[in-house]
């Protein structure tokens, strides 16, 4: 069975500063992995995805993340976070095959100060 | 640009009322999956649709939940009796099909259920 961590629940950073989120996945094959955020009261939008390839994948709103087998982690980066970036963030993994349904993490609520 | 849209964005229901929930897909979207979100945590899945057919329906769906998907078109998620352990956000979300561009899945702005 496939399952997603997200081993941060809450994580509060300074506007300008940098910014790392992390996931660790359990899938037996090569995963799809996706990152989304969702703003309070809303669904959620796609940031980034990966499929195959380059292990680290762009996004949108300047956010980037990278696949790493070895680790089992997909990582979800920004070099400077701005105050519109404060929401919360759920990675997810999905399968390549059969109903393709994602398996979400528990989420991280990213707090912005000013 | 004509994304995923549910309807009603708020339910609030007492416990033993019936409740539907309908959800409109993106339009060249053949697969349409259900799922619910509680407090605190990230979407769990329900069930999904590939064209009118239910492929799939995870434990979480009890017999008092059912989805329907007339015409391959909009979906309807029906739950009778409603109890208060209901209350959720149930998010629907459309993808086309696998193989196809990838099969990323585009969410509605989901449906907040309040069971009092």
């Known amino acids: 069975a496939q399952s997603v961590t997200q081993p941060d629940i809450h994580i509060t950073v300074s506007e300008g500063a940098s910014l790392e989120l992390r996931c660790n996945y359990s899938?037996?094959?090569?995963?799809?992995l996706f990152w989304y955020v969702q703003s309070p009261g809303q669904g959620l939008q796609l940031l980034l995805k990966?499929?195959?390839?380059?292990?680290l994948v762009q996004g949108i709103k300047g956010f980037e993340a990278e696949f790493k087998r070895s680790q089992s982690s997909f990582n979800l980066r920004k070099p400077s976070v701005h105050w519109s970036d404060a929401a919360e963030y759920f990675c997810?993994?999905?399968?390549?095959?059969?109903?393709?349904?994602?398996?979400f993490g528990s989420g991280t609520r990213l707090q912005v100060q000013p | 640009d004509t994304g995923v849209s549910q309807d009603p964005r708020h339910k609030i229901t007492k416990r033993g009322q019936n409740v539907t929930f309908r959800c409109d897909p993106i339009?060249?979207?053949?697969?349409l999956y259900w799922y619910r979100q509680t407090l605190g945590q990230g979407p769990e899945f329900l069930t999904y649709?590939?064209?009118?057919?239910?492929?799939?329906k995870s434990r979480l769906l009890s017999d008092r939940f059912s989805a329907e998907r007339p015409k391959g078109s909009f979906s309807t998620l029906e739950i009778q009796r409603t109890e208060q352990g209901d209350s959720a956000m149930y998010l629907c979300?459309?993808?086309?099909?696998?193989?196809?561009?990838?099969?990323?899945?585009?969410f509605g702005p989901g449906t907040r259920l309040t069971v009092l």
């Open positions: 979300a459309s993808s086309p099909t696998p193989g196809q561009g990838g099969y990323e899945q585009f």
């Open positions: 339009s060249e979207h053949n697969r």
């Open positions: 899938y037996g094959a090569t995963p799809y």
């Open positions: 990966y499929f195959s390839g380059d292990t």
């Open positions: 997810a993994v999905g399968a390549d095959t059969g109903r393709r349904a994602l398996t």
């Open positions: 649709f590939q064209n009118e057919a239910q492929l799939e």
